[in-house]
DNA sequence: AAAAATGTTAAATAAATTTTTAACAAACTT
DNA sequence: AAGTTTGTTAAAAATTTATTTAACATTTTT
């Protein structure tokens, strides 16, 4: 190989070294295996692999690369790619960070919206419920307001994210907070 | 206990539960530990407690509950609080959900912003090195100047993100997201 | 000062997750 | 059609993380 000839090629891999480690300690924060972390930080710098290669440049082995592409490619992280001729499979990584951000983000939040707010409406229910029942107890008739009102509350942060979320997906967001800003 | 007379009573609790089981189903998403996780979930609907009470409602040990507070003090999701005569230790849950989003994610998205920004200036001073060295080979320039340009456009979206941090921070964002729609 | 209460640290155990090896299935070549 | 290549699924092993038990330090009460 030419890395004897041209010391500066071992510079430039070191360069890109750095970075990887940096995106993976990172990413293994958002919820992904170390695997799956190292092997999209690698890919940010390839313009497409294929499980081989991975297996080969990560030297791991094989299903720990199947299963961690599928787990970036449900976080829209990588993608696969078509490669005509070649039988094996290709994957890019995804390389605009804003369109990583805006899947995985929006797709926690809305989980978490949906979750809750389920939750709240059938806990809301029931208070409604122990509310309109005579037989309660004032203490336990408090109780009941209180936690409604709580849970009334609250309503506002999971509509105020589910807002976040559409106007992240929409774009709109970057009316406010452009990508780039002009001085 | 008065459950017996009042069966409204159960019914509270079994709505709250309802509400705990969903935060704390979708908190641990959010790397804190399942002991963690249902213990901000049951403080949410207390005034505060003790050790000895968290140790109690979620039947775990107390170190277990120490470990947990802890946690979720570092992520400003539970407060210490001073309860005059008391010798144990009191705790609060945040309750106010866009303070502990806040937080969290600031918190969360500034290392980020920080250990990536760190290592793509000493990746791109590395690059640059090999750029100004005559000895380099026409392929390593290329593969220089091209992750160098990759870098540079890499920092548009860091630079966005420490933005939003700040205008979470500031409250600036609720002015164009504001948490009450006014219709 | 001795005993008790409270909270934390450290070591050990338990549980869950990640990764690998091995077996399998599907698609392609010859 | 038999034999390869490629990728996935399933079981096992390894690693990591979470939790508990036990020991300790600190403060308070008697």
Redesign the pocket.
């Known amino acids: 190989m030419s890395e004897y000839r041209d010391p500066s090629r071992a510079k430039v891999e070191e360069a890109k070294d750095k970075v990887i480690g940096a995106i993976a300690e990172t990413m293994d924060l958002y919820g992904v ?4 972390a190292n092997l999209y930080a690698t890919m940010y710098f390839k313009d497409q692999m ?3 290669e991975m297996r080969e440049e990560l030297e ?5 690369m ?5 787990k970036l490619q449900e976080n829209a992280m990588v993608k696969k790619t078509y490669t005509r001729g070649s ?3 290709t994957y890019a990584a995804e390389k605009n960070f804003f369109r990583s951000f805006m899947v995985f983000y929006c797709q926690m939040w809305e989980r978490e919206v949906k979750m809750n707010m389920e939750a709240i409406e059938e806990a809301q229910s029931d208070l409604q419920d122990v509310l309109n029942d005579d037989s309660s107890s004032t203490e336990t008739l408090d109780e009941a307001r209180k936690t409604y009102d709580q849970l009334e509350d609250s309503k506002t942060y999971y509509r105020w994210l589910q807002d976040l979320v559409e106007n992240i997906q929409s774009g709109e967001i970057f009316e406010f907070l452009p990508k780039e800003k002009h001085e």
Chains 1, 2 share one sequence.
Do not use: I, Q, W
């Open positions: 295996t170390p695997a799956a294929t499980l081989d791991m082995s094989k299903p720990s199947s299963t961690s592409v599928r039988r094996k499979h």
